[in-house]
T-cell receptor
Framework: QQPVQSPQAVILREGEDAVINCSSS?????VHWYRQKHGEAPVFLMI?????EQMRHEKISASFNEKKQQSSLYLTASQLSYSGTYFC?????????????FGKGTKLSVKP | DGGITQSPKYLFRKEGQNVTLSCEQN?????MYWYRQDPGQGLRLIYY???????QKGDIAEGYSVSREKKESFPLTVTSAQKNPTAFYLC?????????????FGPGTRLTVL
């Protein structure tokens, strides 16, 4: 039931936009997004809840399509600080007890 | 400052030895988690605890053990039964044990088996 993230890696120039997708074969209660810099702890970006609204954090926004069981993270006018690996964590209704199942990550590199 | 701490940052052990990784939080969170991270694999759940004196196995619990005697502490023991223990270990906590709360991660412990 591990969600699938795409693309696996993306390289951007500063100021460009990017979209990272997270798809599940199971129904989802919620989707979390985290960003991790190399050798550091993941940092929370946002949660999208079933029936909830699209979330936004500065120039990063995300959507959650419950019917398609997928979420997308939108990075607008990317900055050098956006570089890192982005993980989605999904909460599935059955058997998860509120725990998250994480995707394998999308490595984002922003170049000057 | 409130937060979650892990120690040590780097740990080396010989094959056949048990080793315990520390995780402490002063956020007054009920839920705590241990994840293992390998290159290209994302985060995989080892154990979790939603309340003191109770914990449950995650997806890859074999070769690991935990205890939750205090709300703020959730140590992880990597036993000699763990076949491939070299990895980056992350501890996290959350206000509640549901997916509606964000998880706060510690800085991690990088374990290397020699």
């Amino acid at each position: 039931q591990q969600p699938v993230q795409s693309p696996q890696a993306v390289i951007l120039r500063e100021g460009e936009d990017a979209v990272i997708n997270c798809s599940s074969s199971k129904a989802l209660y919620s989707v979390h997004w985290y960003r991790q810099k190399h050798g550091e702890a993941p940092v929370f970006l946002m949660i999208l809840l079933k029936g909830g609204e699209q979330m936004r954090h500065e120039k990063i926004s995300a959507s959650f399509n419950e019917k398609k069981q997928q979420s997308s993270l939108y990075l607008t006018a990317s900055q050098l600080s956006y570089s890192g690996t982005y993980f989605c964590g999904t909460e599935q209704p059955q058997g998860s007890q509120g725990n998250l199942i994480f995707g394998k990550g999308t490595k984002l590199s922003v170049k000057p | 400052d409130g937060g979650i701490t892990q120690s040590p940052k780097y740990l080396f052990r010989k094959e056949g030895q048990n080793v315990t990784l520390s995780c402490e939080q002063n956020l007054n969170h009920d839920a705590m988690y241990w994840y293992r991270q390998d290159p290209g694999q994302g985060l995989r759940l080892i154990y979790y605890s939603q309340i003191v004196n109770d914990f449950q196995k995650g997806d890859i619990a074999e070769g690991y053990s935990v205890s939750r005697e205090k709300k703020e502490s959730f140590p992880l023991t990597v036993t000699s039964a763990q076949k491939n223990p070299t990895a980056f270990y992350l501890c996290a906590s959350s206000p509640t044990g549901t997916g509606r709360s964000e998880q706060f991660f510690g800085p991690g412990t990088r374990l290397t088996v020699l």
